[in-house]
């Protein structure tokens, strides 16, 4: 039964895995449709979504089946259980990477200001979401601390952002649309980044048995 238990925590590990791996695409298509305001780029990367959706099926599957077949205890139970709060992470994670795409369609061009702060952020928040995979595969507790001042990072950078666009859109108020819209962009992508720290919070779970709050 130990040998049936790790091979199915190893095919969650993978699950997991591919998942990010496919947020990540999504999230770099949506933001690469917000640079250029391409309508139809953004029409793809959201139904992407879709597949995202799968792999979260997938993974609740799988739990289920190890806990009824294996009956897990104390820190399996735990990395079970925590592997069917990251796929609803990693699902949220890619429904606001989508939401990103969704505002493609109503910016009518050229963007009032280049984008800077925001790509930044998007590369901050898929750096969280690799590393919080990665702690959850090692079980590593530094990487998963680590999350936190991250998280810090990207919260200055969207206070900036937000800054920005207030001056921008008090300035030019014919721009108070974009910059509103923008200015959700930025809030997508900083939640982005606290569902990483979600991530790590639940490896200092596994470990510890104790819930730790990363996002501060």
Avoid at 18 to 32: A, F, Q
Avoid at 109 to 124: F, I, S, T
Avoid at 154 to 167: A, S, T
Wanted: glycine share 4%; net charge negative; charged share 30%.
């Amino acid at each position: 039964m130990r040998q049936s238990l790790n091979e199915g925590q190893q095919i969650l590990t993978n699950l997991l895995i591919d998942m990010g791996k496919k947020v990540e695409d999504i999230l770099e298509g949506c933001m690469e449709s917000l640079k250029s305001l391409d309508r139809s780029k953004a029409e793809f990367w959201i139904a992407q979504d879709q597949l995202v959706n799968d792999f979260e099926r997938q993974v609740d599957d799988e739990c289920v089946r190890l806990i009824a077949t294996q009956q897990p205890v104390a820190k399996d139970l735990r990395k079970i259980i925590s592997a069917m709060k990251i796929s609803t992470d990693l699902e949220r994670m890619a429904d606001l990477a989508t939401d990103i795409a969704k505002v493609v369609r109503r910016i009518e061009g050229p963007l009032c200001k280049p984008l800077v702060d925001v790509p930044l952020m998007a590369e901050k928040a898929l750096s969280m979401m690799s590393q919080g995979l990665e702690a959850y595969s090692n079980e590593d507790m530094t990487l998963a601390h680590n999350l936190s001042a991250q998280d810090d990072e990207v919260d200055h950078l969207y206070k900036q952002v937000v800054r920005d666009l207030l001056v921008i859109m008090s300035e030019k108020p014919d721009n108070l649309d974009q910059g509103m819209y923008l200015t959700f962009v930025g809030r997508y992508l900083e939640r982005i980044a606290d569902h990483a720290t979600n991530i790590g919070e639940n490896v200092i779970y596994i470990a510890t048995a104790e819930r730790k709050d990363l996002n501060k």
